[in-house]
């Protein structure tokens, strides 16, 4: 099966040409890209320059040993790094052999690879395995199938340059036995319908293309039993929605992204004739734009079991869009990798896009307001985002009405992210984790994760007697999703509105969140409306994760002075001190706090009377496993509870300019009418601007509505409707 | 006094002339410019582009009415900003006028100007004015102070071009009563040797050399009698220690320093003669470059009643820089110049420095290691810098060996901060102050300043019988202040240390702080030794407020679970809540926390047995004041206590890359050896490196020691030793 690999032959054949017809042209086309980008005609191109400094860090390395030890850490421990470490080698002497066709770069990896095909084969299971998902050189399955997928792409680059010798003891003792490991020796995983069993076809399916097996290839893209019940056509008509949403949420998205990016450009290359990327609606390509798509100022939202620093420069988005513009050439593309640092992935794909940004070809990206449908068939709830502007970092908003994200998804329904000003104002907590610091549990989820970090108190969104959506049960969760009742814009206002009535046995939940448009230059206003409705009684707090520090509360609080105790028993509570608590409240309040040189003003109005209290996390964390946050929470005891909030972004705190500017709340009244067949919100500001917005007690699409309100006659259909 | 001002005068047609020539001249010393610089020749200069970007901000403001209120707000509310913006906007458009020679600037300023001559004179003190530094437009007689020393940089650039009445009615009406308010109005600020003395004399200084009253320069020169008792020239014998130092610290050097730099360009400009930029060594120019020094990371140090934000973009600094460039040409104060925001003041000197950074002949400003001596005659304790190189980020250690500072001070003596990778890791808390917040006391400083910020155990540095240095009274502490025992390199080792006597009766509390080089590219250790002696049995407290997440810690600890509370009764301690408690520990042991993508491992040893505690900040806080800190205190009860400390910064925590590297303690092990006439401090490292400190009993400088200690002789002269 030569010419499984063919097309990929002459393209590195192609490169060394360019390479060997020296520095005169390398020059020349310098200069016309700096001619066009005015920059100075004596700098090197970016790529060059970080290729350059890629060499330096690979040619350091070979300095010394390169240990590759046998194998005896869980994640984060010594050889647990080591073999990582050495799998990125072999993959960037592949890369730097690619590039400059020096020798040493392919013999470097060589010997590394000699070294493995020594100790592979006298591997039993991992030590520490994971019994589930087990590897051999690794604790999980998964590092080896992501060691596999960089080895087998700097293999590629020097295969046919090997002696016979040297390829023959590489590919037996251990490309083909860890292919085989991945595959047929761990069925479990390489069938399963899920990230894992991704990254297991993908390290599959490439070995199969670099080493001509293409039964390896079909098994990878059909299932072991080559029946298209699993693999990776079936993992890409599953596992993410119609719009390119991954269920598990942007932090896995881009995580299971990687292996659909490469092994679909493997696929294209070898055999173009599948159209791979043409694949259910382009849903490769896609899900790569939604990925951008889900992040705010550079950061992805910390959904679910997210790491928060994770965001637009992690390595596997960088792979995502190199083949992406390689494919469309879509100069937005080029405008989310300027939101990179400056960094792109060390293959011919990569260095397009910085020439072509040096060309002066990028347009910004455009962020969007937008519904990512979830469920394969799209009708399983939405992520939606609302967004004032197409920068990285206008005022947005987002609404988890999706479905739970599996066993790392948090209960969170209809809950609530507002950023602003580069900030996150009000947030969500993502996982506890400290991603492969040895010390704190191996790097692994920590068991507050389960015990905070899932829990619905850690999220902004209804809490109703003390205890998390679906009990706490993701395997429950997961047969129910929300309904979105609406999502677009009403008279010039943004709405994202859905409910769900599973999360809690007898109550309905239903959250209508509007973004409302000021004038220029001014942050909108943000509407939040999150209502809990039953027969019977109980307790609803809505929990206000907010950022920065509190400035005033215009109601009066209680602060703990001397004692400060737990603020409940279970389900997350048990981790929240109770800071203060207010008196009994009626009707209108606000809270002030700052966040860098911005202030943010938060109105809102309760059904009934209800008491505000502020927590901070901390409570029974005897390994101080939390960081430091905290929370306003509102709690009211009714059958039926309201929420109405007003969020707003004003003021300024300059501390270099000494001038601080703060107004307060702006929001003269908030009020509830409830009408014939809905209930009317209204919003108005001290400017005199107002704002109604009805939420329909039917809220079927397909209901119209007549109302008389206030003197007027109101007229809409559907479930949400907005006046100003 | 004509000739008063005639430099100034011709200067400013000079300007108006270049701008005359038009465009052709502009552009080619552009052209000139680029050639040097590589920048594309289409571009305008970054000052020019700054410049109109100004115009179109005052353009704005020109189309509506400016307010000129009737005073009522204290600092932070309506009238107080206005106020505050107007003597800008008059200050920005004689700017402009300058720069563009546009009349309708000059009629803009002179407008609002006749306005504040009709308010001026019906003002009596302003309803909320401070009693001890009464002003009648703001509620504080500085502020008042800054206004005019503005407006009259502003009023200078157009006063030649006014008709006779509006000058007569300016003059009459605002700037000559204001003048007299501020000097012999209020004496007692006047003639006060304090930053609020210096804006004074600034600000009627300036104005009588723009109005040509000669008497006005005498008396702020000199002082109201014109004695020389008082006066700028007696603060700037005062003010600032020999070195430049400012005994407020940093955060009110730079706001001290702005009226010295541009009452001196003032002086400079209209009596050379008296060549005021070399009065007292050239004080102003060193006092300039010590503010930079004091800074890590574009923020100034932190100490004493600091606002943590103020940095090197702060206006004050733009001026200092744009004066001291203009008078040295020292291309590495454009260094300090790009270390800003890019923004420069908008005048010719700050167009000096854009024009050249642009023509490429900045240097890096270069970071140092310095003693800054505090006291008038640099015999009052010091300020001791240690770094681990010039960048402005690379380690740095802080030891705060000086004189109380005054009624801003705080009771920090021989405090320590440490810094690494562009952050800090071992910090000051600053002042307990949202600067003009008008919800947060009004933007003054809060109760908590007084019973927090300023006291002991809100600092890194030892706690006597859990009281304050000199049981929290300034006035007393003022009288003394530490000996320094050591500055400087021993054996390749930097070191700072001091001894006070003083802070506690009957305690001698000595701190000796030791950056210890490592190999190329990872961070020094840092050895810190503290140590109080007494005859007498006391409670010794180390507080350690480290910045970011613990990781670990290789005692065992009891954390509170469901119940927090108060630390300590008193003199601060009763604002902390007590997280954790270690059973007795006894030698050495560790503790590793994470800040951003770097490993902190702090490991450490007290003689005798002690206690751990982990507090966190917040107890007896009813108005939400506090940020959330944290802190680790180490405790112990005996007659003299000695704690040693070796700080290292290790390891990697990189999010996308994936990889974590965390090593824990290099430290093998901590000694102390009492030998015969000093004690031995030994550090050992894992990798076989030992460190030996010695610190002599008796810490006179001259005194001479012979030791043998591990079968080696040691010999050297005054306090502080090292051997590696």
């Known amino acids: 099966m030569i010419s499984n690999f063919s097309y ?6 192609a490169g060394v040409t360019v390479l060997a017809l020296g520095l005169s042209q390398a020059c020349s086309e310098t200069v016309q890209a700096a001619e066009k980008s005015d920059i100075s005609t004596q700098s090197v191109s970016a790529f060059d320059a970080q290729m350059t400094a890629l060499a330096a860090s690979i040619d350091a390395r070979m300095l010394t040993d390169v240990p590759v030890p ?3 850490d869980a994640g984060g421990g010594y050889t647990h790094e080591q073999h990582k470490q050495n799998g990125k080698t072999i993959y960037e002497a592949g890369m730097l052999y690619q590039h400059t066709g020096d020798e040493k770069y392919k013999n470097f990896a060589r010997d590394i ?9 006298t591997l039993g299971l991992h030590p520490e395995h994971k019994p589930s ?17 960089y080895v087998i792409q700097g293999y590629e680059t020097f295969r046919d340059d090997l002696s016979p010798q040297a390829r023959e003891k590489i590919e037996t003792g251990v490309l083909n036995p860890m292919a085989d490991f991945l595959s047929i020796g761990s069925p479990q995983t390489f069938d399963r319908i899920h990230n894992h069993g991704t990254w297991a076809a993908a390290a599959v399916g490439m070995t199969g293309y670099v080493l001509g097996q293409q039964e390896r290839v079909e098994k990878s893209l059909l299932g072991l039993s080559q029946d298209g019940e699993a693999g990776f056509l079936k993992q890409m008509d599953m596992l993410f929605s119609p719009d390119g949403y991954y269920a598990e949420g942007p932090y896995y998205q881009r995580y299971a992204m990687m292996p659909f990016v490469l092994f679909s450009q493997a696929i294209e290359k070898n055999e173009p004739e599948r159209k791979i990327f043409e694949y259910r609606d382009g849903i490769v390509l896609k899900a790569i734009r939604a990925t951008v798509q889900q992040s705010y100022a550079g950061k992805f939202f910390p959904i679910n079991d997210a790491i928060r620093e994770k965001g637009l420069n992690t390595v596997e988005l960088k792979y995502g ?13 080029l405008g989310a990798v300027q939101l990179q640092d400056g960094s792109v992935v060390p293959t011919p794909e990569g260095r397009k896009l910085l020439d072509d940004i040096a060309a002066g070809k990028a347009k910004p990206f455009e962020f969007k307001s937008l519904e990512l449908r979830d469920g394969r068939n799209g009708d399983e709830g939405a992520l939606m985002v609302l967004r004032s502007g197409p920068e990285s970092d206008a005022s947005a908003v987002v609404m988890k009405a999706t479905t739970q994200g599996l066993g790392h998804g948090h209960f969170d329904k209809l809950g609530l992210l507002y950023y602003d ?24 989820y920590l068991p507050e994760n389960d015990s905070y970090g899932k829990q619905t108190i850690a999220h902004n969104t209804l809490v109703v007697d003390e205890k998390s959506h679906y009990d706490g049960d993701w395997r429950e969760s997961q047969k129910f999703s929300p309904d979105v009742l609406k999502f677009g814009n009403i008279n010039g206002v943004q709405v994202a509105a859905a409910e769900v009535d599973t999360a809690y046995e007898g109550v309905n ?9 000021r004038e220029d230059g001014i942050a909108p206003y943000v509407i939040d409306i999150l209502r809990g409705q039953s027969g019977d009684g109980h307790v609803y707090d809505l929990p206000v994760h907010y950022k920065g520090q509190l400035i005033e509360t215009n109601f009066p609080l209680e602060h703990e002075t001397t004692q400060m105790n737990v603020f409940g028993k279970a389900n997350g509570y048990q981790h929240l001190w109770q800071r203060a608590v207010s008196p009994e409240l009626e009707g209108q309040q606000d809270m002030s ?9 938060m109105t809102f109005a309760v059904d009934g009377p209800y008491k505000a209290y502020l927590t901070e996390l901390g409570a029974n964390d005897p390994n101080h496993n939390f960081r430091k946050e905290q929370a306003l929470i509102l709690r009211t005891e009714a059958d039926n509870a309201g929420f109405v909030s007003v969020y707003e972004s004003h003021g300024r705190y300059d501390n270099d300019e000494e001038v601080t500017v703060f107004d307060g709340s702006s929001v003269e009244q908030i009020s509830t009418d409830k009408l014939e067949t809905a209930t009317a919100y209204t919003v108005s500001m001290k400017n005199g601007d107002v704002v109604t917005i009805y939420l329909a007690d039917d809220t079927q699409a397909d209901q119209t509505h007549k109302i008389s309100h206030k003197n007027k006659q109101v007229e809409w259909s559907g479930a949400v409707h907005v006046t100003q």
Chains 1, 2 share one sequence.
Do not use: C, H
Request: charged share 20%.
């Open 593 to 601: 706090w700052l966040i860098g040189d911005k202030f943010y003003t």
């Open 421 to 444: 000003n580069a900030s996150e104002v009000v947030a969500d907590y993502g996982a506890v984790r400290f991603l492969n610091v040895e010390a704190k549990f191996g790097g692994r």
């Open 321 to 333: 869009l190199a083949v992406a513009y390689d494919l469309t050439n879509d100069p937005t593309l």
């Open 70 to 72: 046998v194998p005896a």
């Open 113 to 121: 690879l000699l070294d493995y095909a020594e100790l592979y084969p």
């Open 8 to 13: 990929k032959s002459s393209w590195l054949k």
């Open 509 to 517: 939940l239903q959250r209508v969140v509007a973004m409302v448009p």
């Open 133 to 149: 998902t087990a590897g051999q050189l690794f604790w999980q399955g998964l590092n080896e199938a992501v060691w596999l997928v």
